[in-house]
């Protein structure tokens, strides 16, 4: 059959997008790369973007192409009309191609220049590898990039080829195969012989090398000479081609001219020095592998290098490489075949499989097989331009048609171009000069006028129904049928190009159909009296034909028709055959294509929305039927569509009895009697085929029953065979694997939307019966698919940060959901209430503030989460009004004579400013890690305001006077302490603070503001990206407060990991450490202190027997020429270093531990021998450096050697320790120990004994020894009988037991908010507060009065704060009012209450930001390292003032950092995306002081400590449940952006139910009466027709209903039905009780919670009212019975609910609904008089009409209906039964037993027909 000829779809001039770029982006290129640009066109696939769409779902659409343009050093990456990426480099492109690299499926973008290779994966981090040698090309592998480089001395080889004929000759090489082992999936081995170079040969350079990962050096390939290695040395083989799909490579030798084809291969490396005949087997993955080239095929004759090579597919699905060799113009093609052997592929050259075209360009193209892959590849053709200048479509080698330009074209060309008198010359030079840029169906043609289009081979898609049949034919039919059917698809019926202009958009199915309608009538003989002149086209053809006048009066009320044709007198098509003519192929087409087509036939049936499209099939099925005499096919078309009965007619002879696959019934036997008792034959070859796409619907609602009623499954298949992919995830019912598979199948909700309403109602309970509490592991799809949309997207959120995000993107996501639902993806947390609250509420509350607004640092802490956790209360504003230090402050002056009013001021100025200066301290907690900054921007930090303001002269501004004091000292640290707060805002790893920021942030000159800031960011995490040069820099400018920042930021940031180079870092500033050779260095003690703690932080944990060695000398050290007062600050610094070193490890390290207690506890001042060990510790040290003389001065070293004892033994309740620091038991030793050491001791016991710590009085009274309770007993007794008592002694001890006791209790329950630690602290505290100054009544004689007789103030004051600090320490981050309103009235005390001291500010400070921890969002950890770091930062030795660093240096105190979490919860309504109260059961296991205990708090909360929590719960009635299950673990809580985080970075997603109200609308809930409200506004009591009219207050108000319905719920479905079903214009008597109707179903949904169920009850109601109303009118627009087959469906599944076959407590669709849905059908075919007629004509004929007696077309949908809803066989199937019951029945006996047994899908009152029609009186004569 000659090739037809069609016309190119032009899609318009092309042009590189990349040049409008240029244009719009005002870059004029270079003048040296002015007219020198490259670009190419490639899939979005190429670059990993690949459509998630199935085949079924895919859009008939043009593919959207990316282009690559290259100009000079630039890339720009588009789409269409729409850049995508930018790429500019630092030397010019040589070459540019998209490449696999990694273990990964990321794909990445390789750009080669001259001496290096610059690599971009998708997200734009770039990989630059420098060359080593000049590489000239670079080629995409499947599993790396291969770079081809030039020789370095070019060999003079000048070889001479000389061939016998000027065709190519080829000369294909197949080797013998070897057995392979195994190895992984999808990767290519080689069964070669080992043969490789070794080191001493590595002189050899390769001429290609392979880069496999970018983060790796490229590496040598080899080539497989006769079973042997050899490194891949030969330059003269040039690549002109590689796959990025398929491992192989073409290459062309020019000395030799030859062709070749390489396979290329991964083997495993020989272990060096192992031969290949040792027998010694590596394992896999132990050795790297190695890339192997096998030549596979090689030709030679060729004197120039093939212009293009592609890969194609043949007629026969192979795989070939095809070979465009100019200078021959020809197109050599090359069969390819692959052997899978244990999961490992092997390529070879497929015999007997070239053939050559002729050929001046070609391209493959995808246009035959728009939808087919053979396997990775997609099955191309090939497009080819002749010699003769000819466009021809190729499927292999068989030629299907020719293209030609549009005539339109020309006319285009001609009126922009040229003068009308030229148009007939142009039109007849208009040639196609070449193809290029082929993507898809989309390729560049070039004419000779120097212009190129972009043009599409298969136009635009105007059927769908044709390409899915085309498909069908595709997958099912052989190969040799399918190409007779590709010659008459693409034949002579396209010959007339103009007709596809002026036919209709139904072009393409019309055309389809005229193939086998044309095969029919070729094949039926024809009258005399019909023979005429044969149409001049086969469209033609088609409009004469009796079929289009047929086909156009059935459809004439329904669709327009397309031609207004005479339709009266028009007969059935011919039905006579000759029965003994042999058809041949033509004939054998016919019948596999019906069984095809039926596939596609069933599988629209499960699409409503494409009914037309099953109807237009069926009426070509029915012809096809009719024409094959397959009598049942027909009947089975005709019971679906009844109408065609009386165009089609009947066969007259039936050829066989084959029973045609019906998807319904197999779905209805599902139902009834399970998926194991169903026959597979029920169901088309196709829907069962694997890897069929075109019947994937069909194939997934077959696969998800099978799984809902007991399939499971065994690999990607079931057990019965049936292909299905589960998504992974734990499932204990078949309900859940049911969704699991809708999951995995990527079956949505809008899908699930398109299903037959009774198909879709199993399939919607198994969601329905899963969505309450799902398995926590199922995907995110899982969850959307079930409504649980707040399940989904806190699975989104964690998936994010994994590598598997690209498997779970948005759009995945959105594909699962429906339509009306896409607002809720993705959900954005507004980060604060700008857009709903005002800030006018935010704003500082003073009315005498200038700028109430001022950037003080704290103008963040508004946002959503915190209003909502702090509710309309103003304890924020409160905080930030005391803790802002960045405004004058207020200072009140009173006249006094004796004093002029400036020195007053300057007074309360001074003191106020220390006040001020504390404050940085406690914001830095209350803001810590509450902003995410942008690196663009430089960082701010709020001003340190030590001035003040008069508000009685009009604000004046007062500053401190430099004669009178020293600012400069008062400011040097609150400024370093300003910055470290303004640091510490930074939320941590939020994300990437890279080295440029911090340096861009670096100012000229050293400052406190930035050490301040290093601190910050080092505390956070962030100097680990300073590299040493960075580090050196700043330690060489030689800033005091920069080295201490920098010193104890790195140590946070590198905590615990003894990084060398750090380590050196930190050791240099301590003079001790060096050897007695090195010159000393004058550095200050400050920084040795801030020095050892670096090193303790850095050292964490380790127990590292050197360092912990040199810090124990180091608390003994002398003082030798150092500041003496910083002495005890030193030797505490050491301390605390020793005791992180071996922190909570003193019973476990290796037997040295008995030396360093015993010096330890000299240290303290016990009495204990030196030991013997002790002078290891000192060989490379002088003595004098560790001890003052023969002894230590104990003054000095006790604070240390106690903490350094405290973190050692921390938690291991060690009684050896805890008896050696014990409390002075008698008067005498209560003397001799210092009373601040005794509280030390207090505190280091506790934290030995941790488990003994409990928070009751009793406990703390067990801490004060019995003499000291026995004396301040009788304090208030006569005092005489005390005289030898030194009783301010017995005072100063108590009051320091007391205090290191509660210091203990803040530590056990940091951040716990316990309660009895609450209440005993707040005692305590107002205890002491009323012993300094009577502030408060006090109930009860427990604590002992007057101690402020024998204790000085200073004392009480010391102990009172640090009890508060202790407070706050427990309460952090719960914002408790209480505890606010003490430490506001302790911040309120005069000068004359001790308010003028630093330390005591300090502590006021930090208690309030302890109390707002992070604002409120922060809290404590109890872990070893924490309780640690607070111990440090809590030290109890307060300040005197802002540059006291002597006893405690004051930047420890912001270490607390180092102990907090972010065990903040917030729960967001998935619906709205704003945070909302929601309660929550938490359960923390059973310890020592509880039993496992469960309690409820209420959203925004914070959660317990890791080690304690089981389990968190969403409760209430509100939201549905959801519950998080943990396993208790020692370990600190989740980082920010961990993947393991259950909590999403503290976030839980909740889903409000329908019905309920939110609780900040509805706090008491008695807005939720949902039925109550429901029945009130809808009255459905009284909505009958005449109550709406005779009283009109009964009238519905629609405002109110769809008002409350919002409410209510945000379904859009919900609320959009609520004003459509109460629209007033339905208030008339006919619509009445379908408004009636609507109401109750609105309220049904509402209540229950299952939207979705509206489109199932209305589909189903309205299917009985349409079926009613066909008895009434004659006009119904009734066509098809598809719906009886959804009805009965739908009441199999309410069989299978109430026998239990679904396990669940009821169907979700009302029983009775249903059952009233049954009985009013059945009464409907009762109603009907002709149908017993008609059922007994079908039943003894066959026939649905009786052509002699005209019947109404609802007569014929009546039968139809009775037809399937009685499930009565086919007219042949009754014969063939009645056939055997006859011979066998005895007179005046019933058939209907035997006929029961013989139709057992038959009802009864059918079979009672049968019985009547065959067997009765007239039956038997018959």
Same mark, same amino acid.
């Given at each position: 059959?000659?090739?037809?000829?069609?016309?190119?779809?032009?899609?318009?001039?092309?042009?590189?997008?990349?040049?409008?770029?240029?244009?719009?982006?005002?870059?004029?290129?270079?003048?040296?790369?002015?007219?020198?640009?490259?670009?190419?066109?490639?899939?979005?696939?190429?670059?990993?973007?690949?459509?998630?769409?199935?085949?079924?779902?895919?859009?008939?659409?043009?593919?959207?192409?990316?282009?690559?343009?290259?100009?000079?050093?630039?890339?720009?990456?588009?789409?269409?009309?729409?850049?995508?990426?930018?790429?500019?480099?630092?030397?010019?492109?040589?070459?540019?191609?998209?490449?696999?690299?990694?273990?990964?499926?990321?794909?990445?973008?390789?750009?080669?220049?001259?001496?290096?290779?610059?690599?971009?994966?998708?997200?734009?981090?770039?990989?630059?590898?420098?060359?080593?040698?000049?590489?000239?090309?670079?080629?995409?592998?499947?599993?790396?990039?291969?770079?081809?480089?030039?020789?370095?001395?070019?060999?003079?080889?000048?070889?001479?080829?000389?061939?016998?004929?000027?065709?190519?000759?080829?000369?294909?090489?197949?080797?013998?195969?070897?057995?392979?082992?195994?190895?992984?999936?999808?990767?290519?081995?080689?069964?070669?012989?080992?043969?490789?170079?070794?080191?001493?040969?590595?002189?050899?350079?390769?001429?290609?090398?392979?880069?496999?990962?970018?983060?790796?050096?490229?590496?040598?390939?080899?080539?497989?000479?006769?079973?042997?290695?050899?490194?891949?040395?030969?330059?003269?083989?040039?690549?002109?081609?590689?796959?990025?799909?398929?491992?192989?490579?073409?290459?062309?030798?020019?000395?030799?001219?030859?062709?070749?084809?390489?396979?290329?291969?991964?083997?495993?490396?020989?272990?060096?020095?192992?031969?290949?005949?040792?027998?010694?087997?590596?394992?896999?993955?132990?050795?790297?592998?190695?890339?192997?080239?096998?030549?596979?095929?090689?030709?030679?004759?060729?004197?120039?290098?093939?212009?293009?090579?592609?890969?194609?597919?043949?007629?026969?699905?192979?795989?070939?490489?095809?070979?465009?060799?100019?200078?021959?113009?020809?197109?050599?093609?090359?069969?390819?075949?692959?052997?899978?052997?244990?999961?490992?592929?092997?390529?070879?050259?497929?015999?007997?499989?070239?053939?050559?075209?002729?050929?001046?360009?070609?391209?493959?193209?995808?246009?035959?097989?728009?939808?087919?892959?053979?396997?990775?590849?997609?099955?191309?053709?090939?497009?080819?331009?002749?010699?003769?200048?000819?466009?021809?479509?190729?499927?292999?080698?068989?030629?299907?048609?020719?293209?030609?330009?549009?005539?339109?074209?020309?006319?285009?060309?001609?009126?922009?171009?040229?003068?009308?008198?030229?148009?007939?010359?142009?039109?007849?030079?208009?040639?196609?000069?070449?193809?290029?840029?082929?993507?898809?169906?989309?390729?560049?043609?070039?004419?000779?006028?120097?212009?190129?289009?972009?043009?599409?081979?298969?136009?635009?898609?105007?059927?769908?129904?044709?390409?899915?049949?085309?498909?069908?034919?595709?997958?099912?039919?052989?190969?040799?049928?399918?190409?007779?059917?590709?010659?008459?698809?693409?034949?002579?019926?396209?010959?007339?190009?103009?007709?596809?202009?002026?036919?209709?958009?139904?072009?393409?199915?019309?055309?389809?159909?005229?193939?086998?309608?044309?095969?029919?009538?070729?094949?039926?003989?024809?009258?005399?009296?019909?023979?005429?002149?044969?149409?001049?086209?086969?469209?033609?053809?088609?409009?004469?034909?009796?079929?289009?006048?047929?086909?156009?009066?059935?459809?004439?009320?329904?669709?327009?028709?397309?031609?207004?044709?005479?339709?009266?007198?028009?007969?059935?098509?011919?039905?006579?055959?000759?029965?003994?003519?042999?058809?041949?192929?033509?004939?054998?087409?016919?019948?596999?294509?019906?069984?095809?087509?039926?596939?596609?036939?069933?599988?629209?049936?499960?699409?409503?929305?494409?009914?037309?499209?099953?109807?237009?099939?069926?009426?070509?099925?029915?012809?096809?039927?009719?024409?094959?005499?397959?009598?049942?096919?027909?009947?089975?078309?005709?019971?679906?569509?009844?109408?065609?009965?009386?165009?089609?007619?009947?066969?007259?002879?039936?050829?066989?009895?084959?029973?045609?696959?019906?998807?319904?019934?197999?779905?209805?036997?599902?139902?009834?009697?399970?998926?194991?008792?169903?026959?597979?034959?029920?169901?088309?070859?196709?829907?069962?085929?694997?890897?069929?796409?075109?019947?994937?619907?069909?194939?997934?609602?077959?696969?998800?029953?099978?799984?809902?009623?007991?399939?499971?499954?065994?690999?990607?298949?079931?057990?019965?065979?049936?292909?299905?992919?589960?998504?992974?995830?734990?499932?204990?019912?078949?309900?859940?694997?049911?969704?699991?598979? !809708?999951?995995?199948?990527?079956?949505?909700?809008?899908?699930?939307?398109?299903?037959?309403?009774?198909?879709?109602?199993?399939?919607?309970?198994?969601?329905?019966?899963?969505?309450?509490?799902?398995?926590?592991?199922?995907?995110?799809?899982?969850?959307?698919?079930?409504?649980?949309?707040?399940?989904?997207?806190?699975?989104?959120?964690?998936?994010?940060?994994?590598?598997?995000?690209?498997?779970?993107?948005?759009?995945?996501?959105?594909?699962?959901?429906?339509?009306?639902?896409?607002?809720?993806?993705?959900?954005?947390?507004?980060?604060?209430?700008?857009?709903?609250?005002?800030?006018?509420?935010?704003?500082?509350?003073?009315?005498?503030?200038?700028?109430?607004?001022?950037?003080?640092?704290?103008?963040?802490?508004?946002?959503?989460?915190?209003?909502?956790?702090?509710?309309?209360?103003?304890?924020?504003?409160?905080?930030?009004?005391?803790?802002?230090?960045?405004?004058?402050?207020?200072?009140?002056?009173?006249?006094?004579?004796?004093?002029?009013?400036?020195?007053?001021?300057?007074?309360?100025?001074?003191?106020?400013?220390?006040?001020?200066?504390?404050?940085?301290?406690?914001?830095?907690?209350?803001?810590?890690?509450?902003?995410?900054?942008?690196?663009?921007?430089?960082?701010?930090?709020?001003?340190?305001?030590?001035?003040?303001?008069?508000?009685?002269?009009?604000?004046?501004?007062?500053?401190?006077?430099?004669?009178?004091?020293?600012?400069?000292?008062?400011?040097?640290?609150?400024?370093?302490?300003?910055?470290?707060?303004?640091?510490?805002?930074?939320?941590?790893?939020?994300?990437?603070?890279?080295?440029?920021?911090?340096?861009?942030?670096?100012?000229?000159?050293?400052?406190?503001?930035?050490?301040?800031?290093?601190?910050?960011?080092?505390?956070?995490?962030?100097?680990?990206?300073?590299?040493?040069?960075?580090?050196?820099?700043?330690?060489?400018?030689?800033?005091?407060?920069?080295?201490?920042?920098?010193?104890?930021?790195?140590?946070?940031?590198?905590?615990?990991?003894?990084?060398?180079?750090?380590?050196?870092?930190?050791?240099?500033?301590?003079?001790?450490?060096?050897?007695?050779?090195?010159?000393?260095?004058?550095?200050?003690?400050?920084?040795?202190?801030?020095?050892?703690?670096?090193?303790?932080?850095?050292?964490?944990?380790?127990?590292?027997?050197?360092?912990?060695?040199?810090?124990?000398?180091?608390?003994?050290?002398?003082?030798?020429?150092?500041?003496?007062?910083?002495?005890?600050?030193?030797?505490?610094?050491?301390?605390?270093?020793?005791?992180?070193?071996?922190?909570?490890?003193?019973?476990?390290?290796?037997?040295? !531990?008995?030396?360093?207690?015993?010096?330890?506890?000299?240290?303290?001042?016990?009495?204990?021998?030196?030991?013997?060990?002790?002078?290891?510790?000192?060989?490379?040290?002088?003595?004098?450096?560790?001890?003052?003389?023969?002894?230590?001065?104990?003054?000095?070293?006790?604070?240390?050697?106690?903490?350094?004892?405290?973190?050692?033994?921390?938690?291991?309740?060690?009684?050896?320790?805890?008896?050696?620091?014990?409390?002075?038991?008698?008067?005498?030793?209560?003397?001799?120990?210092?009373?601040?050491?005794?509280?030390?001791?207090?505190?280091?016991?506790?934290?030995?004994?941790?488990?003994?710590?409990?928070?009751?009085?009793?406990?703390?009274?067990?801490?004060?020894?019995?003499?000291?309770?026995?004396?301040?007993?009788?304090?208030?007794?006569?005092?005489?009988?005390?005289?030898?008592?030194?009783?301010?002694?017995?005072?100063?001890?108590?009051?320091?037991?007391?205090?290191?006791?509660?210091?203990?209790?803040?530590?056990?329950?940091?951040?716990?908010?316990?309660?009895?630690?609450?209440?005993?602290?707040?005692?305590?505290?107002?205890?002491?507060?009323?012993?300094?100054?009577?502030?408060?009544?006090?109930?009860?004689?427990?604590?002992?009065?007057?101690?402020?007789?024998?204790?000085?103030?200073?004392?009480?004051?010391?102990?009172?704060?640090?009890?508060?600090?202790?407070?706050?320490?427990?309460?952090?981050?719960?914002?408790?009012?209480?505890?606010?309103?003490?430490?506001?009235?302790?911040?309120?005390?005069?000068?004359?209450?001790?308010?003028?001291?630093?330390?005591?500010?300090?502590?006021?400070?930090?208690?309030?930001?302890?109390?707002?921890?992070?604002?409120?969002?922060?809290?404590?950890?109890?872990?070893?390292?924490?309780?640690?770091?607070?111990?440090?930062?809590?030290?109890?030795?307060?300040?005197?003032?802002?540059?006291?660093?002597?006893?405690?240096?004051?930047?420890?105190?912001?270490?607390?950092?180092?102990?907090?979490?972010?065990?903040?919860?917030?729960?967001?309504?998935?619906?709205?995306?704003?945070?909302?109260?929601?309660?929550?059961?938490?359960?923390?296991?059973?310890?020592?002081?509880?039993?496992?205990?469960?309690?409820?708090?209420?959203?925004?909360?914070?959660?317990?400590?890791?080690?304690?929590?089981?389990?968190?719960?969403?409760?209430?009635?509100?939201?549905?449940?959801?519950?998080?299950?943990?396993?208790?673990?020692?370990?600190?809580?989740?980082?920010?952006?961990?993947?393991?985080?259950?909590?999403?970075?503290?976030?839980?997603?909740?889903?409000?139910?329908?019905?309920?109200?939110?609780?900040?609308?509805?706090?008491?809930?008695?807005?939720?009466?949902?039925?109550?409200? !429901?029945?009130?506004?809808?009255?459905?009591?009284?909505?009958?027709?005449?109550?709406?009219?005779?009283?009109?207050?009964?009238?519905?108000?629609?405002?109110?209903?769809?008002?409350?319905?919002?409410?209510?719920?945000?379904?859009?479905?919900?609320?959009?039905?609520?004003?459509?079903?109460?629209?007033?214009?339905?208030?008339?008597?006919?619509?009445?009780?379908?408004?009636?109707?609507?109401?109750?179903?609105?309220?049904?949904?509402?209540?229950?919670?299952?939207?979705?169920?509206?489109?199932?009850?209305?589909?189903?109601?309205?299917?009985?009212?349409?079926?009613?109303?066909?008895?009434?009118?004659?006009?119904?627009?009734?066509?098809?019975?598809?719906?009886?087959?959804?009805?009965?469906?739908?009441?199999?599944?309410?069989?299978?609910?109430?026998?239990?076959?679904?396990?669940?407590?009821?169907?979700?669709?009302?029983?009775?609904?249903?059952?009233?849905?049954?009985?009013?059908?059945?009464?409907?075919?009762?109603?009907?008089?002709?149908?017993?007629?008609?059922?007994?004509?079908?039943?003894?004929?066959?026939?649905?009409?009786?052509?002699?007696?005209?019947?109404?077309?609802?007569?014929?949908?009546?039968?139809?209906?009775?037809?399937?809803?009685?499930?009565?066989?086919?007219?042949?199937?009754?014969?063939?039964?009645?056939?055997?019951?006859?011979?066998?029945?005895?007179?005046?006996?019933?058939?209907?037993?035997?006929?029961?047994?013989?139709?057992?899908?038959?009802?009864?009152?059918?079979?009672?027909?049968?019985?009547?029609?065959?067997?009765?009186?007239?039956?038997?004569?018959?």
């Amino acid at each position: 059959m000659p090739p037809g000829v069609r016309e190119l779809t032009v899609l318009g001039e092309f042009k590189p997008f990349g040049l409008i770029v240029e244009v719009t982006d005002g870059e004029l290129p270079n003048e040296k790369f002015s007219d020198v640009y490259q670009y190419f066109l490639f899939d979005p696939e190429v670059a990993g973007e690949r459509d998630e769409a199935d085949g079924e779902e895919a859009e008939f659409t043009m593919p959207r192409e990316h282009e690559l343009f290259i100009r000079g050093n630039r890339i720009i990456w588009s789409s269409v009309s729409r850049v995508l990426k930018r790429f500019t480099l630092p030397s010019a492109v040589i070459k540019a191609c998209w490449s696999h690299l990694g273990d990964g499926s990321e794909t990445f973008l390789c750009v080669l220049q001259i001496g290096c290779l610059t690599i971009y994966n998708i997200s734009g981090e770039v990989v630059s590898l420098p060359l080593p040698r000049t590489v000239t090309s670079i080629w995409p592998l499947p599993f790396g990039l291969l770079l081809q480089q030039v020789c370095e001395v070019n060999p003079s080889l000048n070889v001479q080829f000389s061939s016998s004929s000027p065709v190519l000759g080829s000369r294909e090489m197949l080797r013998q195969r070897k057995d392979i082992g195994k190895s992984s999936p999808q990767i290519f081995h080689s069964p070669v012989t080992y043969d490789l170079i070794s080191k001493g040969d590595m002189s050899y350079t390769s001429s290609h090398l392979i880069l496999r990962d970018p983060l790796e050096e490229p590496g040598l390939t080899y080539q497989e000479e006769r079973g042997k290695l050899n490194i891949m040395k030969d330059y003269d083989e040039r690549t002109i081609w590689t796959s990025g799909h398929l491992p192989l490579i073409a290459s062309y030798n020019k000395g030799k001219m030859q062709h070749s084809v390489w396979a290329v291969e991964l083997i495993n490396s020989s272990p060096e020095g192992c031969g290949s005949s040792s027998g010694y087997v590596v394992p896999d993955g132990v050795l790297p592998k190695r890339v192997s080239f096998r030549r596979i095929w090689q030709a030679k004759g060729a004197k120039k290098a093939a212009s293009k090579v592609f890969l194609a597919s043949d007629g026969d699905a192979v795989p070939v490489i095809c070979f465009l060799i100019l200078e021959q113009k020809k197109l050599l093609s090359v069969g390819l075949q692959t052997v899978e052997i244990n999961n490992e592929f092997l390529f070879d050259v497929k015999p007997d499989v070239t053939w050559t075209i002729p050929a001046v360009a070609a391209a493959p193209i995808v246009v035959t097989h728009p939808r087919v892959k053979l396997g990775l590849l997609p099955h191309s053709d090939i497009i080819v331009l002749s010699p003769e200048n000819d466009l021809l479509l190729y499927s292999g080698k068989q030629c299907l048609c020719k293209y030609v330009l549009p005539s339109c074209l020309w006319e285009s060309l001609v009126s922009h171009n040229w003068e009308s008198a030229e148009i007939s010359s142009v039109s007849q030079d208009l040639k196609i000069t070449g193809l290029s840029d082929a993507v898809g169906g989309c390729v560049n043609v070039s004419v000779n006028h120097s212009q190129i289009f972009r043009c599409a081979l298969t136009g635009g898609p105007s059927s769908s129904l044709a390409n899915d049949c085309i498909a069908a034919i595709s997958e099912g039919l052989r190969s040799d049928l399918y190409n007779y059917f590709l010659s008459l698809l693409w034949g002579d019926s396209y010959s007339d190009p103009s007709s596809q202009r002026d036919s209709s958009i139904h072009f393409e199915w019309d055309a389809l159909s005229n193939i086998f309608l044309g095969i029919c009538q070729k094949s039926r003989p024809i009258h005399q009296d019909q023979s005429r002149a044969s149409p001049s086209s086969s469209w033609e053809f088609l409009l004469s034909s009796k079929f289009h006048k047929t086909y156009s009066r059935l459809h004439s009320g329904m669709i327009c028709s397309r031609d207004p044709l005479d339709l009266e007198g028009i007969v059935p098509l011919g039905s006579e055959i000759g029965g003994g003519e042999t058809l041949g192929k033509p004939f054998e087409l016919l019948m596999e294509s019906l069984y095809h087509l039926h596939a596609v036939y069933e599988s629209l049936k499960m699409d409503n929305l494409r009914k037309q499209d099953l109807h237009n099939l069926a009426v070509l099925l029915c012809s096809i039927a009719k024409f094959l005499d397959e009598k049942c096919y027909l009947d089975h078309y005709l019971r679906d569509f009844p109408g065609l009965s009386k165009v089609i007619g009947s066969c007259t002879t039936t050829s066989s009895d084959r029973k045609p696959p019906s998807l319904f019934r197999w779905l209805e036997k599902c139902l009834r009697h399970g998926c194991f008792s169903t026959n597979l034959d029920d169901l088309p070859n196709l829907v069962c085929k694997n890897g069929s796409s075109i019947v994937n619907r069909a194939r997934k609602i077959v696969s998800f029953y099978s799984v809902l009623f007991g399939d499971k499954p065994v690999g990607k298949t079931l057990s019965s065979g049936l292909p299905c992919h589960i998504a992974p995830g734990s499932y204990s019912s078949s309900e859940e694997l049911t969704v699991l598979a !809708m999951a995995g199948e990527r079956f949505g909700l809008q899908q699930l939307d398109t299903l037959p309403s009774g198909v879709s109602l199993p399939l919607r309970h198994a969601l329905d019966s899963c969505r309450e509490s799902p398995p926590i592991d199922w995907p995110a799809t899982a969850y959307v698919l079930l409504g649980r949309e707040d399940l989904a997207l806190s699975f989104f959120t964690r998936l994010s940060t994994s590598k598997e995000f690209g498997m779970q993107t948005n759009m995945n996501i959105i594909s699962m959901s429906t339509p009306y639902m896409l607002h809720l993806h993705p959900v954005i947390v507004p980060s604060s209430l700008s857009d709903s609250t005002s800030f006018e509420s935010t704003k500082i509350e003073d009315t005498d503030s200038m700028d109430g607004s001022l950037i003080d640092g704290m103008e963040h802490i508004f946002n959503s989460c915190t209003q909502l956790r702090y509710g309309r209360d103003l304890r924020l504003n409160e905080v930030r009004r005391l803790l802002c230090s960045s405004r004058p402050v207020v200072i009140q002056t009173s006249a006094n004579p004796s004093v002029s009013d400036q020195e007053q001021q300057q007074d309360q100025l001074w003191c106020i400013a220390q006040r001020t200066a504390a404050l940085p301290i406690g914001r830095g907690a209350f803001t810590l890690s509450t902003i995410h900054t942008l690196l663009t921007e430089a960082f701010t930090v709020p001003k340190l305001v030590l001035a003040g303001r008069l508000p009685a002269q009009q604000n004046a501004i007062v500053n401190l006077d430099p004669n009178i004091r020293s600012i400069q000292e008062l400011k040097t640290w609150p400024e370093f302490h300003n910055a470290v707060a303004a640091g510490l805002r930074l939320a941590p790893l939020q994300g990437k603070v890279s080295r440029t920021w911090i340096i861009y942030n670096k100012p000229g000159e050293p400052n406190a503001v930035h050490s301040g800031l290093l601190f910050a960011l080092g505390l956070q995490g962030y100097l680990h990206v300073l590299n040493l040069s960075d580090i050196y820099q700043y330690f060489t400018q030689d800033h005091e407060s920069t080295t201490v920042g920098l010193m104890l930021g790195l140590a946070a940031s590198y905590r615990g990991t003894m990084q060398p180079d750090i380590g050196k870092a930190l050791f240099f500033h301590l003079p001790a450490r060096y050897q007695a050779s090195y010159a000393e260095f004058e550095i200050p003690t400050l920084l040795q202190s801030a020095a050892l703690v670096s090193v303790g932080i850095l050292f964490e944990g380790s127990a590292h027997l050197q360092t912990m060695q040199f810090l124990l000398g180091e608390i003994g050290r002398r003082s030798a020429g150092d500041n003496v007062l910083e002495r005890e600050g030193y030797a505490v610094s050491a301390g605390f270093s020793l005791g992180l070193v071996a922190l909570g490890r003193g019973e476990d390290t290796l037997g040295f !531990m008995e030396t360093f207690v015993n010096r330890l506890l000299q240290y303290i001042g016990g009495k204990e021998e030196i030991s013997l060990l002790t002078a290891s510790i000192e060989d490379n040290r002088s003595t004098a450096q560790i001890a003052d003389g023969s002894s230590s001065n104990v003054d000095v070293t006790a604070p240390g050697a106690i903490m350094a004892l405290a973190l050692m033994y921390l938690k291991t309740e060690s009684e050896v320790i805890f008896s050696k620091l014990s409390i002075p038991q008698t008067h005498y030793d209560l003397q001799c120990v210092r009373p601040d050491f005794i509280m030390l001791r207090v505190i280091a016991q506790n934290l030995i004994m941790w488990n003994r710590v409990y928070a009751t009085n009793d406990w703390i009274d067990s801490q004060v020894p019995e003499i000291v309770r026995n004396g301040i007993k009788y304090l208030k007794d006569d005092m005489d009988d005390m005289e030898e008592v030194d009783v301010e002694a017995l005072v100063q001890a108590y009051v320091n037991i007391v205090a290191g006791a509660c210091i203990s209790l803040g530590l056990r329950f940091a951040g716990t908010r316990d309660g009895n630690a609450r209440e005993l602290l707040s005692n305590y505290a107002l205890y002491l507060l009323n012993e300094i100054k009577p502030v408060s009544a006090t109930t009860g004689d427990r604590f002992p009065r007057g101690l402020s007789k024998y204790v000085d103030r200073g004392t009480l004051e010391m102990c009172l704060y640090l009890i508060i600090l202790s407070l706050s320490v427990v309460m952090a981050g719960s914002g408790d009012l209480q505890i606010f309103r003490l430490l506001r009235f302790l911040r309120s005390r005069n000068s004359a209450d001790g308010h003028a001291n630093y330390g005591i500010q300090m502590a006021v400070s930090l208690a309030t930001g302890f109390l707002f921890l992070g604002g409120g969002m922060r809290t404590f950890s109890t872990t070893n390292g924490s309780i640690a770091m607070l111990l440090i930062a809590l030290y109890p030795r307060l300040p005197s003032g802002p540059n006291d660093n002597r006893c405690h240096l004051q930047a420890f105190r912001h270490l607390y950092v180092l102990a907090t979490e972010a065990r903040w919860l917030q729960t967001i309504d998935v619906d709205t995306g704003l945070p909302v109260y929601a309660p929550l059961e938490v359960t923390i296991k059973e310890t020592e002081l509880y039993s496992e205990t469960r309690f409820c708090e209420v959203t925004p909360c914070i959660l317990p400590e890791r080690a304690i929590l089981k389990r968190i719960r969403v409760c209430g009635p509100r939201y549905w449940p959801q519950q998080v299950e943990l396993i208790p673990e020692e370990k600190p809580w989740w980082s920010s952006g961990d993947r393991n985080d259950p909590f999403n970075s503290g976030v839980i997603y909740v889903k409000r139910k329908v019905g309920a109200c939110s609780y900040v609308e509805d706090p008491v809930g008695c807005q939720s009466l949902l039925s109550r409200a !429901m029945h009130k506004v809808f009255g459905l009591k009284s909505l009958s027709a005449s109550d709406l009219h005779v009283n009109g207050q009964r009238e519905l108000n629609s405002d109110s209903v769809d008002q409350l319905v919002s409410t209510f719920s945000s379904d859009p479905s919900i609320i959009a039905f609520a004003q459509l079903c109460c629209d007033n214009s339905w208030n008339d008597r006919s619509d009445s009780n379908f408004k009636e109707f609507c109401l109750q179903v609105l309220f049904e949904c509402v209540s229950k919670d299952r939207p979705a169920l509206l489109q199932v009850y209305l589909s189903l109601y309205t299917t009985i009212a349409s079926m009613a109303e066909l008895l009434v009118k004659s006009d119904c627009a009734i066509w098809d019975s598809l719906s009886i087959s959804s009805l009965k469906v739908a009441l199999a599944y309410n069989e299978a609910v109430s026998r239990g076959r679904l396990s669940a407590s009821g169907g979700i669709v009302q029983s009775i609904f249903l059952a009233s849905l049954k009985k009013r059908f059945e009464e409907i075919l009762n109603c009907s008089g002709q149908l017993k007629t008609d059922l007994t004509n079908y039943l003894s004929s066959g026939l649905w009409i009786d052509h002699n007696k005209p019947r109404e077309h609802k007569d014929i949908i009546l039968l139809s209906w009775y037809l399937k809803w009685y499930g009565v066989p086919s007219p042949s199937a009754i014969k063939t039964a009645v056939e055997k019951i006859r011979p066998k029945l005895k007179p005046s006996t019933s058939a209907v037993p035997l006929l029961r047994l013989l139709l057992p899908s038959t009802h009864i009152d059918a079979i009672s027909e049968i019985d009547r029609v065959f067997f009765s009186n007239s039956g038997r004569e018959r």
